[in-house]
């Protein structure tokens, strides 16, 4: 992700970051999904489309939001550079689900720890992006082991 063109991002975090934290953070977390979800929408065709034009070449963020669409590995990246910016303790988590591979962000630094998974309020705006992570339902938000993961976040 090259920082200058996530400038505008990076500084509109800092302006929620400034005015939310440390009491509101759950009502910034939500103005972060909701501003990711407006620059890339979940858009399962529309990745794998792009997949298949692309191949096994890196695909940047950058490029995601130009054709404005994302599934949830994209979705964690952005919300993890937007989570830093912020200073907020956090890291990407990659999991298996019931219904396939799965990746989430994680708040471990919270009293609860909690779970941020943009890809929940992308389906319905309505619904809250976070909640505690020890309210994980069987099967569900369980991280797979490092080796296993083969997500990459690549800084320009």
């Given at each position: 992700?090259?920082?200058?063109?996530?400038?505008?991002?990076?500084?509109?975090?800092?302006?929620?970051?400034?005015?939310?934290?440390?009491?509101e953070?759950?009502?910034?977390?939500?103005?972060i999904?909701?501003?990711?979800?407006?620059?890339?929408?979940?858009?399962?065709?529309?990745?794998?489309?792009?997949?298949?034009e692309?191949?096994?070449?890196?695909?940047?963020?950058?490029e995601?939001?130009?054709?404005?669409y994302?599934?949830c590995?994209?979705?964690?990246?952005?919300?993890?550079?937007?989570?830093?910016?912020?200073?907020?303790?956090s890291?990407?988590?990659?999991?298996?689900?019931?219904?396939?591979?799965h990746?989430w962000?994680?708040?471990?630094?919270?009293?609860?720890?909690?779970?941020?998974?943009?890809?929940?309020?992308?389906?319905?705006?309505?619904?809250?992006?976070?909640?505690?992570?020890?309210?994980?339902?069987?099967?569900h938000?369980g991280p797979?082991?490092?080796?296993r993961?083969?997500?990459?976040?690549v800084?320009?």
């Amino acid at each position: 992700i090259e920082k200058e063109k996530l400038r505008k991002d990076l500084r509109l975090a800092r302006e929620q970051a400034i005015k939310y934290l440390p009491k509101e953070l759950e009502r910034l977390l939500d103005w972060i999904a909701t501003h990711v979800i407006l620059n890339m929408p979940y858009d399962l065709r529309g990745v794998g489309e792009m997949a298949e034009e692309y191949g096994d070449r890196t695909v940047t963020v950058d490029e995601m939001r130009k054709r404005r669409y994302a599934v949830c590995r994209h979705h964690a990246v952005m919300g993890q550079v937007l989570l830093q910016i912020i200073g907020t303790r956090s890291k990407m988590e990659k999991g298996n689900f019931p219904e396939g591979r799965h990746v989430w962000n994680f708040l471990y630094k919270e009293s609860p720890p909690l779970i941020f998974d943009i890809t929940i309020k992308s389906r319905d705006q309505n619904k809250k992006a976070t909640f505690p992570a020890a309210d994980r339902r069987p099967g569900h938000y369980g991280p797979t082991p490092d080796e296993r993961n083969h997500y990459k976040i690549v800084h320009n």
